[in-house]
Each structure stands twice: as structure tokens, then as C-alpha cells.
């Protein structure tokens, strides 16, 4: 488990980290004492965590780049491309490379910056996730988290979906959205166990829109498919934004210099005609003879800007905005890179807030453990003592069981040790008892009797004493950083 990272949090969490420690000081089960433990680290993150999603290619290191201002991700397809990357702010650069098995080793930034095509591992398949330390302004108000994507075609590779679930928010990004996005927005949220996700903390992006269409200006469309899925997809994300990734990543980064500017005014002051001819496909502008730049500047221009950011390029040109600075200024505009810079995702109270909702849904899933039905099922028999529900003498009974027994078969009113068939068949018969008893009008015994029929269930779908069902997806390799 990685060290928390140590900071300031708000209040509250402050407050929840105090109580969650204290609770976890009581516990005796290990995994519920992990799973507390897996709480505090995660409260005790002094920044939120942002995690980028999607499939292979969607643009999503080109994004995380952009927002970091800086090329640290790799893009295109390398052996770095295929790991879950997280960003987090740190006073020296380095880049720490996680394995499955709890061990660390530490590198280097690869030359340029960033984590470079490979970390040196003939096995990549031993790597949990790579973390990228860096003073980055941008990591300071958050963490990033890059992840691969890779896909069979409609579904992300599981460690993509457990960084997702586990971030306080996430981008998602869809280069032609279509139902494959539905089904893995579907599983990212629930694996965060269908609570902490949804339409508040969860962005759309319609991304590579220069992709979308062979329009000259590709936005019009873009936005029109942005807007149709942001209202086909409004129960699940908050928007859908459209964004030009690579014309962001190079607009906000370091790479386009005075050099770069000189040589798109010289396509801009050549003859127009070939110009525009030659720029309508990448073919042509590789081939392009006596062309005005020579092929290392075409390629250069290529690979920063897309045939779409050249154009761009041209038309502020053609607007008079002739300098570097004016130009990258024109290419953030025209990226629409600045909608996903001010999310408010890092607000203190937003911070706070994230905290509880986290909170709120470790404590559902620890709701489900029979050691807290149990819990609940104390106050029933309270209750009953006190005659604030009524309940026939056989109900009674088995309410008491499941109250009392310590282990499945005694809560199911059986001997110690009997076969788990007998036990699935003692639970699966009382539970339409209990369903019976909460169609009954009293508030506090269908309270109680909903908490017998739940526990009921859960020891016929996991098996006596857990033995049987898998654990729910959620529980297994939680988080890369634990
Ligand atoms: N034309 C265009 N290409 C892009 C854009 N964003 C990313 N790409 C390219 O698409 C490829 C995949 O991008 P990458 O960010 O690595 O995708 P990821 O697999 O989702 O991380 C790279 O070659 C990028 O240069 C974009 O907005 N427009
Ligand atoms: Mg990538």
C-alpha cells in the first residue's frame, strides 16, 4: 500500500479520517479492517482524483496532456500506452513503476519529460500502474489518472475500470460515441459500486472532433453529435464537451515554437489555391512538390497540429494574428480545451463533498456484511421488547436467530456445521415470509423485516458464511494505489 500522501484536507474529512481510524482500531475481521483502511488513505489524498477514460485511441493521453500542459503522457501505441498512468504533483520528478506484487522501483523522467515509450520491463504484464511525480502547476489543484482502454470491442480492460471506479471523478471520452460507450460507462460505475458515479461527477467528451467530419469546420457537427448525447446521456454524465485534444495539447504545451509559427505564415503568404489543395489530405501534403516548406516542416506542422489545426492556423493568420503568442491563444480557443479547465471539481467544498459521497457508498457495501444486519437486527429485537412491532412467535424465533447466530447456519436456526445445501434451502425458505411481513403497514417492522429478508438473501447468494458466490467486483483489486 502506497503511503498516503500527506496534505491538507477540509474539515470533515479530517473529522471522517479521525472516526474512520478509530473504527478500524475496533475492528477484528482483516478485510474489513483493509477495507476502512483503503477509506482513510483515499479521504486522506489532499487532492482530488480526476481519472481519464474511454477506449484505446479515444485521445485520452493527448488530453491529459493538454490539461497538464506539458507532454508527460505517452500517446499513440507503446508499451507505456498499455498502463494505467497516474500524475501527481511531487517536488522531484521521477516516475515510480508499481508492481502486482507490492514491489516499487523508481526512474527517471524519460528525456523530453514524461514516461516515455518504455520503462525498460521485457514484462509488462507484472506492472500494476506507473505514477509520474512532477511539480506540474495543474497537479496541484489535482491528481490525474491516464488509463489504457484497451478494449475487446465494447469493454475497458479491468485495470482501466478499477481506476475509474475508484477516481472522485471522471472524463470520458468517446471519439464517435456510440453503444459500446453506454455498455462501459455502464460497468465503469459499477464497479464504483453504482453510487459514487453518475451524472455529477462524471464529464463527457466528444473528442478527436477534427476527426468527426471531412467539414472544413469541423464544429458545427461536433456539436450538434455532443449535444445529442449529452441529452441521450444525461441520466449518466453531466455533459457532453467537444474538444480538439491534439490542437489543445499543443496550444497549452512547449512544443510550438517561433520556428513552428514562421513556417505556417509562410504556407499562409504562399498561393492560396495550392495550399488549400495540398491540405486536403495528409497524402497530398506529404507529397506535395516544391512545396513551399520542406517535408520535415510538413511533418512537424503534421504531427502538432492535424491537417484541421493547420487550417486553424491559417485562418487566425488570415486574421492578423500573426504572432506565437497569438497564436497559440487562437488554438486553445479553437480547441475548446477551456470548458474542461474550470470544472470546479476542486473546490473545497466540492472536495468535502466527494469525501462523504465516498464514504456513503463504502458504508453501503459494508451495509451488506450480515455483521452489521446483525447490527440493525439488535435494534429489531429491541423493538419488539418494547412492543413498537408485533411479530408471531415463530417470527420471533428466527428473528432472534438471525439477530444472534454466530455464523450462518445458527442465524438460520440450524446445528453448527450443517451442510451448505441445508442452509441455502433454510434461508431461501424464510425469505418470502419476511416479504409477506413488509407489505404490513407499520414503518418499524418493515424496517426490520426487509433487513431479516436482505440477510437472508445474502447468505443465499454468497453461500453459508461466504463460501460460495464470488465477491462482488468491487471488492477485488480495489484500488492500484492500495
Ligand atoms: N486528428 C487528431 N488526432 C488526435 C487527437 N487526439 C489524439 N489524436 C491522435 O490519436 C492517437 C491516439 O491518441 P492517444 O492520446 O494516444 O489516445 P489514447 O489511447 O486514448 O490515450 C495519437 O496518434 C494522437 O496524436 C485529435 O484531437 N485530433
Ligand atoms: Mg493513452
Known amino acids: 500500500m502506497t503511503a498516503p500522501s500527506t496534505g491538507p484536507v477540509g474539515p470533515v474529512t479530517a473529522r471522517l479520517i479521525e472516526l474512520c481510524t478509530r473504527t478500524r482500531d475496533r475492528l477484528r475481521t482483516p478485510e474489513l479492517r483493509d477495507r476502512v483502511d483503503g477509506l482513510v488513505t483515499r479521504l486522506g489524498e489532499p487532492r482530488i482524483r480526476v481519472a481519464v477514460g474511454g477506449r484505446m485511441n ?6 491529459v496532456n493538454a490539461l497538464l500542459q506539458e507532454r508527460l503522457a505517452a500517446t499513440g501505441a507503446t508499451e507505456t500506452t498499455r498502463l494505467v498512468t497516474w500524475f501527481r504533483h511531487g517536488h522531484q520528478a521521477r516516475v515510480r513503476v508499481h508492481g502486482r506484487d507490492g514491489g516499487e ?22 506492472i500494476g500502474h506507473l505514477t509520474v511525480e512532477t511539480p506540474n502547476d495543474a497537479l496541484t489543484r489535482h491528481t490525474l489518472v491516464d488509463t489504457p482502454g484497451m478494449d475487446s470491442l465494447s469493454r475497458l480492460d479491468p485495470d ?38 453518475g451524472a455529477a461527477n462524471m464529464l463527457g467528451v466528444l473528442s478527436r472532433v477534427d476527426t468527426l467530419s471531412d467539414d472544413d469546420d469541423p464544429w458545427p457537427t461536433a456539436r450538434q453529435v455532443a449535444d445529442r448525447y449529452a441529452r441521450d446521456l444525461r441520466a449518466v454524465l453531466s455533459d457532453v464537451v467537444p474538444v480538439a485534444g491534439l490542437l489543445a495539447e499543443t496550444a497549452r504545451g512547449p512544443d510550438f515554437t517561433e520556428a ?17 489543395r495540398a491540405l486536403r489530405s495528409v497524402q497530398r501534403l506529404r507529397r506535395w512538390e516544391d512545396a513551399p516548406l520542406d517535408a520535415a516542416d510538413r511533418e512537424r506542422l503534421l504531427e502538432m497540429l492535424g491537417l484541421h489545426g493547420i487550417r486553424v492556423g491559417l485562418a487566425l493568420l488570415d486574421e492578423g494574428r500573426r504572432s506565437t503568442p497569438a497564436l497559440l491563444e487562437g488554438f486553445a480557443q479553437r480547441s475548446g480545451i477551456a470548458a474542461l479547465e474550470h470544472l470546479g471539481w476542486d473546490a473545497p467544498d466540492e472536495v468535502d463533498r466527494r469525501a462523504l459521497l465516498a464514504l456513503q457508498s ?11 444486519r446483525q447490527v440493525e437486527l439488535a435494534g429489531a429485537l429491541v423493538d419488539l421488547e418494547a412492543g413498537r412491532m408485533r411479530l408471531g412467535d415463530e417470527d420471533v424465533a428466527r428473528l432472534r436467530d438471525l439477530a444472534t447466530g454466530v455464523d450462518d447456519a445458527r442465524r438460520l436456526g440450524l446445528e453448527a456445521g450443517a451442510a451448505p445445501a441445508a442452509v441455502a434451502a433454510a434461508a431461501a425458505a424464510q425469505i418470502p415470509q419476511w416479504r409477506r411481513l413488509e407489505a404490513r403497514s407499520s414503518r418499524v417492522l418493515q424496517r426490520h423485516v426487509r433487513t431479516a429478508r436482505e440477510l437472508c438473501e445474502h447468505i443465499l447468494f454468497t453461500g453459508p458464511d461466504g463460501s460460495g458466490a464470488p465477491t462482488p467486483p468491487t471488492w477485488q483489486a480495489r484500488t492500484p494505489s492500495r
Open 105 to 126: 522501483r523508481v526512474l527517471p523522467l524519460a528525456p523530453g519529460g514524461g514516461v516515455g515509450a518504455s520503462v525498460g520491463d521485457a514484462d509488462t504484464a507484472g
Open 362 to 372: 463504502d458504508l453501503d457495501r459494508l451495509r451488506l456484511e450480515p455483521a452489521l
Open 58 to 63: 479515444a485521445g485520452k493521453s493527448t488530453l
Open 160 to 197: 482501466s475500470l478499477a481506476a475509474l471506479g475508484d477516481a472522485d471523478a471522471v472524463v470520458y471520452l468517446m471519439p464517435h460515441p456510440g453503444a459500446n460507450d453506454v455498455e462501459a460507462i455502464d460497468a465503469v460505475r459499477g464497479w464504483a459500486g453504482g453510487l459514487r458515479l
Open 260 to 276: 513552428d509559427a514562421r513556417c505556417l505564415r509562410t504556407l499562409a503568404d504562399a498561393d492560396r489555391g495550392r495550399v488549400t
